[in-house]
């Protein structure tokens, strides 16, 4: 009995190793579209990207990205930056569809790095311009990261600090201004960045850059306590954690998407349990690959015939000669070579 346990100890332990070497292995994908290079030359400065969907004319769709020594720029899917707005030190960004209120933008203020701020905007659609809304403490510290959640009729905004802090703020919005109150504080142990909300099940995730990913409930009256559900191992996860995005299907399934910095890659996890469920990259097109990939962004729906599943695009570090720019990637291609590359 005690052979037979030991044997079986070991072939756990053989098969837990084959499900994780087969999580990482990682498969390309060629980018489709990039956006024209931040203004700021020479310098680690694009960083995240907002996506909008434009569900009547989806080639219309905008991209909102950060040049975070300069300010915010509006782009349209062919790449084209059709908007500028100087911000200074603006880091992350984030927005969401109000439908008949419109298109409400937020960006992580660092100007002051010991004073978060939030900085909140309207997408004017028709011009892809940004009106300026107002602005609200996102907590003492330096702001890095910034998301949004939609909570019943409340919308919140979480200011992620560099220190590890988190800030949850409820959005007080009027027909022409934006403002914010505190309503709750959190923290992961050291240095954070990305972050997203799944509102279905008002989940927040939050990558602490050297050890993983977090998870805390999303709702303002729940504890603040929240738990490491996604290791940095080295292998499906390579340090530093940076940006995050989800794919949602039906009421809790879909996908997590984690920029693994260490190695110039994405990995993917199966949600709700958040099983590793395969890497890729985005190399081997004409547009050239991604690395050191800060911010990333996702959203489902056609937009048109280059995305017809869905856009994925993912800030570019080395973009050499040229300045930091965003590359763009279907999500259809982005599965099919995961499902293909899984055994």
């Known amino acids: 009995m005690i052979q037979v346990a030991r044997t079986l100890g070991l072939g756990l332990i053989l098969a837990g190793a084959l499900s994780a070497a087969a999580a990482a292995q990682t498969v390309t994908v060629p980018a489709r579209g990039q956006t024209a290079p931040v203004g700021t030359v020479a310098d680690d400065a694009a960083d995240d990207p907002a996506i909008w969907w434009n569900s009547r004319d989806p080639e219309k769709s905008l991209i909102v990205g950060t040049d975070k020594k300069a300010g915010l720029h509006v ?10 707005t100087p911000a200074g030190r603006v880091n992350n960004v984030d927005l969401v569809d109000l439908g008949t209120q419109g298109v409400l933008v937020v960006a992580s203020d660092r100007n002051d790095p010991a004073a978060a701020r939030l900085k909140f905007y309207r997408l004017d659609t028709r011009k892809g311009a940004l009106v300026p809304l ?25 200011s992620v600090l560099k220190d590890g802090g988190i800030v949850q703020v409820r959005l007080d919005r009027g027909r022409t201004k934006v403002s914010g109150t505190t309503v709750r504080n959190l923290r992961v142990p050291s240095q954070a960045e990305g972050c997203v909300v799944d509102n279905r099940t008002r989940t927040l995730y939050v990558g602490e850059e050297r050890a993983g990913v977090w998870v805390f409930d999303a ?72 690395e050191e990939t800060d911010g990333i962004a996702l959203a489902l729906g056609r937009f048109g015939r280059t995305y017809p599943e869905g856009l994925f695009i993912a800030q570019d570090g080395d973009n050499a000669p040229a300045a930091q720019n965003f590359k763009l990637a279907s999500w259809a291609d982005i599965l099919k070579a995961v499902r293909a590359g899984t055994p």
């Open 75 to 84: 782009y349209r899917l062919s790449g084209e930056s059709v908007h500028f």
């Open 219 to 290: 709702r303002p009256d729940a504890p603040s306590a929240g738990r490491l559900a996604i290791r940095a191992d080295g292998v499906q996860l390579v340090p530093d954690v940076e940006g995050l995005a989800l794919a949602p299907e039906d009421q809790t399934g879909g996908w997590l998407v984690v920029s693994s910095q260490g190695d110039n890659a994405y990995a993917l996890y199966r949600l709700p349990e958040l099983a590793p469920a395969g890497r890729f990259r985005i190399s081997g097109g004409e547009l050239g690959s991604t």
């Open 134 to 158: 107002g602005e609200a403490s996102g907590g003492a510290g330096e702001a890095y990261g910034v998301c949004l959640a939609v909570l019943g009729r409340q919308i919140h905004a979480f």
